[in-house]
């Protein structure tokens, strides 16, 4: 078990700067080509070249070893379907395999080729996508299915990739300057601060708590002197600091792009293994078993710790760092997740503030080592804190299931299914503190303190607020947790007809609705799993005036940045962006998400876009927010730019 739970706490920390670092992979044999061929109307013939082969034999098609193909054909739409086998221009020489029971198989040594031919059914795409795998090896090696993407012009296709980038959008020159200058949804001080909130919570559990009282009386008995003592003191208090900033350099020194962040964040799989990774973290703090890093790791901290002054004083700064991530590792992977869509340094803000709660103390401590007196002893409490933890850690692997069910439209957990779920999570953590519920190693509750106390009435308060929300939707908007619970649209009640929905996803109907009706166009730049975007649409639209706006004078439409549907074959597509990188096109997300990226210079959602019928920029963009007079101003500010351009 304990090298599983180091496999899974480590990926939390390090999943995000693997996936940002990984390339494409391009296969493990470099150098191939592929041609296509127009031999009928849809019919292509596809071929595959690989001039060079320094060491490998590749592995002819048309065979299947171990049950495996040893080459096939991948592509992202139904509707491309193989016409036959692979054809075999040269012969490929028949050689005897120890793998496979010395039995006969074909290879190519030296060089490879064969064509395949296809049949597109439907509109032809200008550039096909699709995957080709294929086997090499030799002698006692194989290696099955490596994946070779490619894309191919087809001769009498259709472009679609002119649909992305507008030449008239120009956001730097709007008709007025009102709206946003920045991209980002939330301060990088409002990341800090809940940084810091984090690493305090950090700081009351057993596994760093203890530990503050024990290291300030080393480093203040060990020095030869009170000043030399407080300066360690501060040292390793900074070094505690400066590793929680070194976590996150590896998303300054990748290669991202823009939308890499966004899509980690908003991607189904991730998001279902962070459900499953904080339910695992929710069973560790219940007592089940503890997390924690290889044992040789810590090890190796703590034997460096006695080097020199300043290296020693490093060491065990990550000696704590290590030793304690079974408390905080799910603590600091609940902050990086939640900020991950806002770019690299909203997550080294988010960093450096729980750094900076966590060794903080360590120096002030030192400092005033009279206040040590003042610290409550280590108990049964600290316990109990990771137990509500506990609890926390599954409302939010519920709202993570939530993201994935929401994305891919599955009904699992409409509103007031995960309304009920955070509901029996409140009563439960509510019993646990009342000491009607025994967890893990929690003792009895003998005396209920003025701290303990104040949860009860926090947590029962909570889950009596929120019970409404199992009832009818438009009686219970739940405005403090607004964003977090599916919207109300997703829900197992009729359809509110009240409530403004716009376009959704139609950006070509949109601008013809407005062209007919002579209104502006307000573009949504939204996502399913986005929280911010949930509280605009619950707190800020209804607003009477918003509302009226949107309704009356623009035709609003609704681009969602995560939808998995597949594009329509002739709209998938290969576009080149202004960064001179090609990105593929194919499903709706991509699409908008880089419309969005290449006219609008943002990744995040949401942001709001004014332009007239013919795609000219009335506003600058609006981002999230909070004030629905202030939304309302932008609102009103585009539709004066818009008055102003009429002839």
Not at 357 to 380: D, E, R, V
Request: net charge neutral; aromatic share 12%.
């Amino acid at each position: 078990m304990s090298r599983l739970t180091a496999i899974l706490t480590a990926f939390v920390f390090f999943l995000i700067a693997s996936t940002v670092s990984a390339q494409d992979s391009t296969g493990a044999i470099s150098g191939w080509k592929v041609e296509s061929k127009k031999t009928g109307e849809g019919v292509y013939e596809l071929r595959f070249n690989l001039p060079s082969v320094a060491k490998w034999q590749i592995y002819a098609p048309n065979q299947v070893l171990l049950e495996i193909k040893t080459t096939e054909l991948q592509f992202p739409d139904s509707s491309i379907q193989q016409q036959g086998e692979f054809v075999l221009p040269e012969a490929p020489l028949q050689v005897t395999s120890p793998i496979f029971e010395d039995t006969k198989i074909k290879v190519y040594e030296g060089k490879a080729s064969w064509t395949a031919v296809i049949k597109i059914n439907g509109t032809v795409p200008s550039k096909l996508q699709g995957t080709l795998l294929y086997t090499y090896g030799k002698e006692n090696e194989f290696y099955p299915s490596t994946p070779l993407p490619f894309t191919v012009e087809l001769e009498g296709g259709v472009d679609a990739s002119a649909k992305i980038k507008v030449a008239s959008i120009d956001i730097n020159k709007p008709i007025s300057d009102c709206g946003d200058d920045g991209t980002v949804n939330k301060s990088m001080l409002s990341i800090f601060l809940l940084g810091f909130a984090g690493g305090l919570v950090a700081l009351l559990t057993p596994c760093v708590f203890p530990m503050i009282p024990v290291t300030v009386t080393f480093f203040t008995k060990k020095a030869q002197d009170r000043k030399t003592g407080v300066r360690n003191a501060i040292t390793y208090g900074f070094f505690i600091f400066l590793i929680y900033i070194l976590v996150t350099v590896p998303f300054h020194v990748a290669n991202i792009n823009p939308e890499i962040l966004n899509n980690i964040s908003t991607n189904v799989w991730l998001n279902l293994l962070f459900f499953a990774v904080f339910v695992f973290f929710a069973l560790s703090f219940f007592g089940l078993f503890e997390i924690t890093l290889p044992a040789g790791l810590a090890n190796k901290a703590d034997s460096k710790s006695s080097l020199g002054n300043i290296g020693g004083i490093f060491f065990m700064a990550g000696t704590l760092a290590i030793v304690s991530f079974s408390c905080t590792g799910p603590i600091l992977g609940t902050l990086l997740v939640g900020v991950v869509d806002q770019g690299a340094w909203p997550l080294t803000a988010g960093a450096a503030g729980f750094g900076l709660a966590l060794g903080l103390p360590f120096a002030l401590f030192a400092m005033f080592p009279n206040w040590l007196q003042s610290l409550p002893k280590s108990g049964g409490w600290m316990t109990d804190v990771k137990v509500v933890l506990g609890f926390v850690e599954l409302a939010l692997a519920v709202k993570f299931l939530s993201n994935a069910d929401l994305v891919k439209q599955w009904g699992l957990l409409k509103r007031e299914v995960f309304i009920g779920l955070w509901i029996i999570i409140g009563v439960l953590v509510t019993l646990y503190l009342l000491g009607k519920l025994r967890i893990g190693h929690s003792s009895p509750v003998k005396k209920f303190s003025f701290v303990r106390i104040a949860f009860i009435v926090l947590f029962a308060s909570f889950t009596i607020y929120i019970i409404p929300g199992l009832g009818n939707p438009k009686n219970a908007r739940m405005s403090l947790i607004s964003g977090f619970p599916p919207p109300r649209t997703y829900s197992l009640y009729p359809r509110d007809n009240a409530m403004f929905e716009p376009m959704h996803n139609n950006y070509a109907e949109a601008l013809a609705i407005a062209k007919k009706e002579n209104k502006p166009v307000l573009i949504d730049f939204t996502g399913w799993a986005c929280v911010n975007c949930r509280r605009m649409e619950e707190n800020v639209w209804p607003d009477p005036l918003v509302d009226s706006l949107m309704r009356k004078e623009f035709v609003v439409v609704s681009l969602y940045v995560d939808e998995k549907n597949k594009l329509p074959l002739p709209e998938q597509t290969v576009v080149t962006l202004a960064n001179g990188t090609e990105k593929s096109i194919v499903t709706v997300g991509d699409k908008w998400a880089t419309f969005q990226t290449e006219n609008f210079n943002a990744t995040s959602q949401p942001q709001y876009a004014i332009i007239t019928p013919d795609q000219v920029a009335l506003t600058k963009t609006k981002f999230y927010t909070p004030n629905a007079e202030e939304f309302a101003k932008w609102l009103e500010c585009g539709l004066e730019a818009f008055k102003k351009k009429q002839p």
